[in-house]
Structures are given as structure tokens and as C-alpha cells.
């Protein structure tokens, strides 16, 4: 992992679309804290987290993985500290309400 720029007592934040493994997420937010970041949360759309990802992200020094629930959370995501799932279910219930009633859909996102 390379660090570009200074995190040292930067509060830190990773975004990504999909995380599997959790590997690399784990392995940037370590790199970030060894360069001196106070802290690193990271937010993801989509959290696949299959095999050992839950365990690897509950036992990992990020202080919250932020993921929506585009894939059902399993029982461990839920009973992991440091995961918050959040719902898109209004925000999808509403683009097709907008795409029915032939409506702008982006202007949900200005």
C-alpha cells in the first residue's frame, strides 16, 4: 500500500462500490493508521463480504464499515460492531415511482 499525502491526525474515509474479501479494504485502513491517521471509516455500496470478510472486518481497526443493504445482510454482518447497514429501499422505491410516472430519476441525485 502507498499513501499519497499526508493522513497523520486526519480522520480518514475509503470509498469503494463492491467489497468481497475485505482484504485490501483492511489492509488501506492498517497502511493509513501506521501513517498516522486517527481513524479511518469506509463506505460501500455494495458488501458482498463472503467468506471470511465479516470476521476480517470485525477484528480490523476500521472504526465503521458503512454498506448499504443492495445485498442482504447475513446474520454476522448484523451482529458485527463496527458494520452499519443502511436501507435504499425509499431511494429505489422512488426512481421507480419517477421512471413510471416518466419523471427525472438523476434530479434524485442533485
Keep these: 500500500m502507498n499513501i499519497i499525502g499526508d493522513v497523520r491526525g486526519k480522520d480518514c ?7 468481497d474479501s475485505g482484504g485490501t479494504l483492511c489492509n488501506a485502513a492498517d497502511a493509513l493508521l501506521a501513517n498516522g491517521a486517527t481513524s479511518v471509516t469506509a463506505y460501500i455500496t455494495h458488501g458482498v463480504l463472503s467468506g471470511g470478510a465479516v470476521a ?3 477484528s480490523s481497526q476500521l472504526k465503521e464499515l458503512v ?5 442482504q ?3 454476522g454482518v448484523e451482529a ?3 458494520i452499519r447497514v ?5 431511494l429505489i422505491g422512488e426512481a ?8 427525472s430519476v438523476s434530479s ?3
Excluded at 454498506?67 to 445485498?71: A, G, L, P, R, Y
Excluded at 443502511?86 to 425509499?90: E, G, R
Excluded at 421507480?96 to 419523471?103: D, Y
Design 80 to 82: 458485527a460492531h463496527n
Design 86 to 90: 443502511v436501507s435504499i429501499a425509499d
Design 108 to 110: 434524485l441525485f442533485d
Design 67 to 71: 454498506t448499504t443493504d443492495s445485498i
Design 73 to 75: 445482510p447475513t446474520s
Design 56 to 58: 476480517r472486518i470485525a
Design 13 to 19: 474515509l475509503l470509498i469503494d462500490d463492491i467489497v
Design 96 to 103: 421507480i415511482s419517477r421512471t413510471a410516472t416518466e419523471e
